[in-house]
């Protein structure tokens, strides 16, 4: 966790140190931290294909929940890449699909907010990443978690999130199309939510990453509706 927590640390430094693909004028597609993405799907193909399981898919927020241990569940994929984007998803979801799993939680966005993705891109490319999954794992079912609440008043709050006017957007584009397209929509925002409506100081570590109790509010809310 503390190598994590500094890696967390340099987010800002490793972002302003990429550069802007030639033919990218408007955003940057490149997920925060490129050499932690190539650690992590060297570990993902080490892992044997086991099929009709539960996987959790997304950025460093999923990165971070022992989900295995918080749903008693050794078979539970954690398939969360620390600084990931939409766009990064749609270039490993083939290993989510090989999988074929029961069910499948997705939590992105932030990452692509901070990156100034317009809000109407992440979610066509959330739909992209649905429409491909529906395709090729007809039988999972899927899950879209919101983005969460952020608290930008906390010390070590990493500045280049500091965007928030973008979730609610990006949330109501996300719950709009889910009877179309077939998933299921679950507002997280809720469970941690403040007085001032921000991410409530006792569950995250900075403003932006949960603590550990608030992994545990979160699949107990799973549990309690009957999405696992």
């Known amino acids: 966790m503390k190598n994590y927590l500094l890696l967390l640390l340099l987010l800002p430094c490793l972002a302003q140190a990429q ?12 997920p925060f931290i490129p050499e932690h993405t190539t650690e992590r799907l060297e570990l993902f193909k080490k892992q044997p294909i086991t099929k009709g399981g539960i ?3 997304g950025n460093s927020i999923t990165e971070m929940g022992n989900w295995p241990k918080l749903l ?5 994929l954690n398939r969360g890449i620390g600084g990931d984007i939409t766009y990064g998803v749609l270039k490993r979801i083939d290993d989510v699909i090989a999988r074929q799993p029961k069910k499948l939680f997705i939590l ?6 901070g990156k100034d993705i317009p809000d109407s891109v992440i979610a066509y490319n959330y739909f992209k990443i649905i429409k491909r999954v529906k395709a090729g794992s007809p039988g999972t079912k899927i899950y879209v978690e919101s983005i969460l609440p952020l608290n930008p008043t906390l010390k070590g709050f990493p500045q280049h999130y500091d965007k928030a006017e973008h979730i609610p957007r990006v949330n109501a584009m996300l719950k709009a199309q889910a009877a179309s397209l077939g998933y299921t929509y679950i507002n997280l925002q809720p469970l941690f939510l403040n007085k001032q409506n921000r991410l409530d100081a ?7 990453h949960l603590k550990p109790e608030a992994y545990v509010v979160w699949v107990d809310y799973l549990k309690k509706m009957k999405y696992l």
């Open 108 to 113: 992105l966005g932030i990452n692509d907010i």
């Open 55 to 57: 996987i959790f898919l």
């Open 202 to 208: 006792k569950y995250t570590l900075e403003g932006l």
């Open 72 to 76: 008693n569940d050794t078979n539970v």
């Open 19 to 30: 550069t802007r693909p030639s033919n990218q004028n408007l955003f940057d597609t490149i």
